[in-house]
């Protein structure tokens, strides 16, 4: 199978059970279902246990800072639009200092995947409260429970004029693997 080309020669070191394993699976079958070569395939990661799933891709990647996976992916895709270009970035990656970058990268639309990895926390960090963790869940950083309602990352994309925007879960890798290729054949 294709997808096998897309294993970089590393193991991924994420904790039993991770859903970016999850993830990782997805992505290489949505790659290998589109016959995307990995020299056409650039996975762009910011900080946090997602940031090491391009070290285990044969494709190009780029390690980028805490909440600047999106404009690093943009100016990969704005210099070389023929790229495929997958951006990962956990919630709160995403969704904290991030924010500004998703918004406006969904404004401008040029056309490349974001993949965020919700697990409401900041599970690299030993689990402190993330932007989307629940109201009144108790985490390392919130003993007493969050005292701040969740955003919601879909509904922000659908507000700020995103034009494909689904909803998947890790441990449905074959659903996941064709939401992911339905987001990569997208134009937008």
């Keep these: 199978m294709k997808a096998k080309k897309f294993y970089h020669r590393l193991n991924p070191t994420w904790c039993k059970g991770c859903g970016l394993f999850g993830i990782f699976e997805a992505i290489k079958r949505a790659a290998a279902a589109l016959d995307i070569e990995p020299e056409d395939l650039v996975i762009v990661t910011g900080i946090g246990c997602h940031g090491r799933l391009n070290n285990y891709f044969n494709a190009y990647g780029f390690h980028g800072l805490h909440g600047r996976a999106i404009p690093v992916a943009m100016g990969i895709k704005l210099v070389n ?58 985490t390392l950083s919130t003993p007493l429970g969050s005292k701040e309602f969740p955003i919601d990352g879909p509904s922000l994309a659908l507000a700020a004029g995103g034009t494909f925007i689904a909803r998947g879960f890790s441990g449905e890798v074959a659903n996941l693997a064709a939401l992911i290729e339905r987001g990569m054949k997208h134009d937008g």
């Excluded at 270009?85 to 401008?108: E, M, N, P, Q």
Aim: net charge neutral.
């Design 81 to 138: 639009p023929r790229l495929h270009v997958v951006a990962v970035s956990g919630d709160g990656d995403a969704y904290s200092i991030g924010l500004g970058h998703f918004l406006h990268a969904l404004r401008k639309n040029i056309g490349l995947t974001y993949i965020v990895s919700d697990n409401r926390l900041f599970a690299l960090t030993q689990g402190q409260a993330s932007p989307t963790t629940d109201f009144g869940m108790v």
